[in-house]
C-alpha cells in the first residue's frame, strides 16, 4: 500500500507539471493556460477526495467538506498561481497541505474517529501573485472586502487582457458566495532565512510587517537620442533611474535589516533605442517592522523625487498604492500552535513575515493561524527555490493537527 | 489654378493622416497598418505623377522616371515610417519633396526645358526608424550591403512577427533590383538648433558625427522584493539603473557638447511589482564628433561596468552593435550646394549630422548629398516637432536645383 507521504510527493510532482520550466520550476502567471491547467487537475482531485468544489465571482476555488449542513466552516488554503520563472513551492506547497489534511481528516470523520464542530474547507485563492493582473493578493482581497470585484474583474495585464476575460474563458468565473469562516490556518514556504539560520522546522507567524507601496511616474519630453543636447534633455529613463538608485541606497543608510526598498517594474514609453523616454513608470515598495522606520523612508523619498525633478528637468508624481504597518496574527491561534508544536516535539520558532499572504487579508477577516516551513537560503521567486522534502511532510503533519483542533475544539 | 506650394502643403497633409495623433504628430512604424496605408497612398501618387512603382526584397518602395532606358539613375529620397508618438516632418518631408521635386524635372523633360542625362527616381527607405524592428536604417542598409537581407527579414518585433511576415502580409516585399545610382541626395529635417541659430534656412552637411552602440546584459538573479535582505540581492535592475545614471554623467563629465550619451531602451526580467530583476538589457549611444573622446568614453564605460557589477553584484556583458568614426560627406556634393546656393541667394550653413541617416548608408556607396531645413528649437521624435513652412518650400525649391543638376551636368 502507498504511504501517505508517497502520495503527497506523487501529488505535489503532477501539480508541478503544470507551467514547468526547463529550470525546475514552474511559470504559471494567474489564469494563463498554465494556471488554468493546474486549477482544472486540482479540481478533479477534489472531486475525487469528495470535496464539493466552488467557484465565487473572482475565480476563487474552493472544496467543501460539509459535516453539518448551515455550520460555520473552517478554512485553509493558499494559491497555485506563481511569477514568471518561479519556484514550485510558492503557495502550490500550501495548497496541496491543506486539501491533503483536510482530506485525511474528512476521512476521520467519517470513520467517527474526529468528531468536527465545524464544517471545513480548503481554498485556492485567485492571483496572489499580482505579477500579470494588479494588485496581489486579489481573490482573497475581494472575498475579504478590501478590493473591489469590479476592480479587480477589471484589471488588465500588458496585452490588455482583463481579469473578467480570463476568467470567463477559462470558466473560473462561478456564484458562489463562501461564508465568513470561524477560522483561517495557512501554511508556505519561509521566503527567508530565518528558520534555516536557527534549525527550526515550523515558524509560527505572529506579524506581518509593515509597508508602503507606490507608484513613481516620471514625466519628462520625448526627443532624439542622438541630436538633442544633453542641456535640453527632459530624459524620464534617466530620472527613473536616479529613484531606482537612490531608493536602494536608502535600505543601506538605514539600520541594517530594519528596512527593504525596491524597484523591480518598470514601464518606459516610448522605449525605443534613438529616443528618449517621455514616461516612465516605476514602482516603490518600503517594507519594515516599524512605523518609523517607513515614515523616514517615505520623507526621504520625496526628497529624492524632488532632487531628481532638479536633476533631470522632469516632473515627478508619487502615488501611494498600498500602506499598512506591522499588525500581529491573533495571539489565540499563536498559543494553540505553539502548544501544538510542544505535544507533538517539532522544533519551531516564532517569526515575522516581510512577504504579504492570503492570511494577511484573513486575519482581519477572522482568527487565522499562519505556518511556515523552512526555505533553503531564503531563496523564492526563482526556479532554484527549495524546501527540503522532511519540512513539507512535517509541515503538513502539523497543519493536521492545527486543523483537527480548529474543527473540534476551535480557537480557545 | 491651384499653385504647386498648395499641393505640396495638400499633400503633405493628406500624408500626415496615416499614423495621425490627437497631439498633431504620427506614429508609423514600420510596417504597422499606418505605415502600409501611408505607401499604398505614396504608390498611388506616385503612379498618378508618371512613375513607375517597384518594391525590392527588404520592402524599398522606388518611383522610377526612366528618360534613357539603360542610363544611370540619380536617386533621392528619405523614410514614411516614424518613432512612436513622432513628428510628421522626420523623414517623410524628404519623401514628398524628393517625389514633388523628381515630378517637376519629369514634367520639364517631356516638356524638352530639361535635358537630362541620367534617369530619375525616387525612394522610401524601409524602417530607417528602428523603433519596431532592430537595426534602425534597415531598408538602405540591405541596399547598401551592410545588412544581410536575411537577417533584416529575421528580425521581430516584441510580439515575435517578423518583418518578412508583415512585408508580405502587405504586400510590400517585391523581387525588383535597383541599381547602383550615380548619386544620391536627401533632403531632411534637422532635429538640431543649429540652422535655427545661425538664422539659416539650408544646412549643407558636411559630416555625419562617429558613434559608439552597445547592448549592455545585467544578469543577476530572481528573489522576492519583500524577504530578500538587501545583503543577499543581484539585483539587475538596480545594476541597470547605476549605467543609466552613470552614462548620462559620462557627457557631462566631457568638454560642452563634444558627447551625446543617452540610453532610451530597456528590457527587464520578470517586471514584476514583487520580484527582483534576474536580467535586465539596455542599449548604451555614443556619439561624437571626435573619435578620441569616444574612445575615451567607451574606456570610461567599461570602468562603470566594473564598478556596477561590484556595487549590485551582478555580472555584466557589453556587446558592441555599432561602430563608425567622423565621416565626410562628398566635397562635390557640398561644392554644388555651395554653389547653388549662392546663386538662389538662399542663407545657408555647413553643419555636421548627428543623428544617423538613409544617406549615411548611400555616401559609401554613390557620391551623395544631403541637406537640411530648419527644426524649430530643435525638436524630433516628438509630436511637437515642426519646421515653418516656408523653410518647407525653400529646401523643395532647392532639392529642385539641385536635381535638375545631377540628372543634367551631374557632380563635377
Chains 1, 2 share one sequence.
Not at 133 to 146: A, H, T
Not at 184 to 213: F, M, P
Request: hydrophobic share 40%; glycine share 8%; with cysteine.
Amino acid at each position: 500500500m502507498t504511504s501517505w507521504q508517497d502520495t503527497f510527493f506523487s501529488d505535489f510532482a503532477a501539480m508541478s507539471q503544470f507551467g514547468a520550466t526547463p529550470g525546475g520550476g514552474i511559470d504559471r502567471q494567474a489564469a494563463t493556460d498554465a494556471d488554468a491547467e493546474a486549477r482544472r487537475w486540482f479540481h478533479q482531485w477534489l472531486e475525487a477526495h469528495h470535496f464539493q468544489v466552488e467557484y465565487d465571482p473572482i475565480g476563487n476555488q474552493f472544496g467543501l467538506l460539509e459535516f453539518y449542513p448551515g455550520a460555520p466552516y473552517v478554512l485553509c488554503g493558499s494559491h497555485l498561481d506563481s511569477q514568471p520563472l518561479a519556484g514550485k513551492f510558492d503557495g502550490s506547497y500550501g495548497v496541496l497541505a491543506a486539501a491533503s489534511a483536510a482530506s485525511l481528516l474528512g476521512y476521520q470523520a467519517s470513520m467517527e474517529a474526529l468528531h468536527p464542530k465545524y464544517n471545513l474547507a480548503v481554498v485556492n485563492w485567485f492571483n496572489e501573485e499580482g505579477s500579470r493582473f494588479s494588485p496581489s493578493m486579489m481573490g482573497s482581497g475581494v472575498y475579504c472586502s478590501k478590493l473591489s470585484l469590479d476592480e479587480a474583474q477589471a484589471s488588465t495585464d500588458d496585452r490588455g487582457t482583463s481579469v473578467d476575460a480570463e476568467l470567463t474563458a477559462h470558466g473560473f468565473k462561478g456564484k458562489f458566495t463562501f461564508p465568513t469562516p470561524i477560522s483561517y490556518a495557512e501554511i508556505h514556504v519561509e521566503q527567508g532565512r530565518n528558520l534555516e539560520n536557527l534549525g527550526k522546522q515550523i515558524g509560527l507567524v505572529t506579524e506581518t510587517w509593515g509597508a508602503r507601496k507606490f507608484t513613481v511616474r516620471v514625466i519628462g519630453e520625448q526627443a532624439h537620442t542622438g541630436s538633442t543636447l544633453i542641456a535640453d534633455r527632459k530624459d524620464a529613463l534617466f530620472g527613473a533611474a536616479l529613484v531606482i538608485t537612490e531608493v536602494r541606497r536608502l535600505a543601506e543608510r538605514c539600520q541594517k535589516e530594519l528596512l527593504q526598498a525596491s524597484v523591480s517594474h518598470i514601464k518606459v514609453l516610448p522605449n525605443s533605442p534613438v529616443t528618449i523616454s517621455r514616461e516612465t513608470t516605476i514602482n516603490v515598495d518600503l517594507r519594515s517592522p516599524s512605523s518609523e522606520a517607513l515614515d523616514w523612508a517615505v520623507l526621504a523619498l520625496e526628497k529624492i523625487l524632488d532632487n531628481v525633478e532638479k536633476e533631470a528637468s522632469v516632473r515627478v508624481e508619487k502615488n501611494l498604492t498600498h500602506s499598512w504597518e506591522l499588525s500581529p496574527y491573533c495571539a489565540e491561534g499563536i498559543n494553540l500552535t505553539q502548544h501544538i508544536a510542544e505535544e507533538m516535539g517539532i522544533s519551531y520558532a516564532k517569526v515575522q513575515t516581510v512577504a504579504g499572504h492570503d492570511s494577511t487579508n484573513l486575519k482581519d477577516l477572522c482568527p487565522t493561524v499562519m505556518l511556515f516551513v523552512p526555505s533553503v537560503e531564503g531563496i523564492s521567486h526563482n526556479e532554484r527555490e527549495f524546501t527540503k522534502p522532511d519540512d513539507l511532510l512535517a509541515g503538513r503533519d502539523f497543519l493536521v493537527e492545527v486543523l483537527s483542533t480548529l474543527v473540534t475544539d476551535g480557537l480557545a
